[in-house]
């Protein structure tokens, strides 16, 4: 029960900005998960996730939970060449394809490259393309959504 409830809070943070542990815990609830605060403060502590600034663009200082490698990231620059150069991103199985303007793939794929995230196996960066390999299919979701919050958040 405990690593279903951990998977459901990763893909719920993956897959939207979760601003608190209430709303964490009204998210598990519509997912059938009966939990306590406790629990969720519990379960917080042990997935190590970590709260960051949320740039959607008002200066409201929000914040939302992310997984810890992801903090490293905002924002970085990786960060910066997403929000800036990512036009597209569509993803399949355990491929991710990032399309970018010309001239812009292997700076992208480098930037990736370099940035740790042990979802990813590697990066193959063409002129306006860069393909993203995963390591896992179950990856694919909350990777995807790591890149769309950076291009969605901009600088």
Not at 63 to 71: L, W
Not at 98 to 105: E, H, I, K
């Amino acid at each position: 029960m405990k690593s279903s409830r951990h998977r459901a809070i990763l893909q719920t943070i993956a897959s939207r900005p979760v601003h608190s542990q209430e709303e964490l815990m009204q998210h598990l609830a519509e997912q059938g998960f009966d939990v306590t605060q406790a629990t969720v403060s519990r379960d917080i502590k042990e997935l190590g996730l970590l709260k960051v600034p949320l740039r959607n663009g008002n200066g409201g200082g929000s914040f939302k939970y992310v997984e810890p490698g992801a903090s490293r990231e905002y924002p970085s620059r990786l960060h910066r060449i997403v929000a800036e150069f990512v036009e597209q991103i569509n993803g399949s199985v355990n491929l991710i394809v990032l399309r970018t303007p010309p001239g812009s793939a292997m700076m992208l794929a480098s930037a990736i490259d370099v940035s740790g995230w042990p979802e990813i196996i590697g990066t193959i960066g063409g002129d306006d393309t860069v393909v993203v390999v995963l390591a896992s299919p179950e990856s694919l979701p909350i990777v995807m959504q790591r890149f769309q919050d950076m291009k969605d958040a901009g600088l």
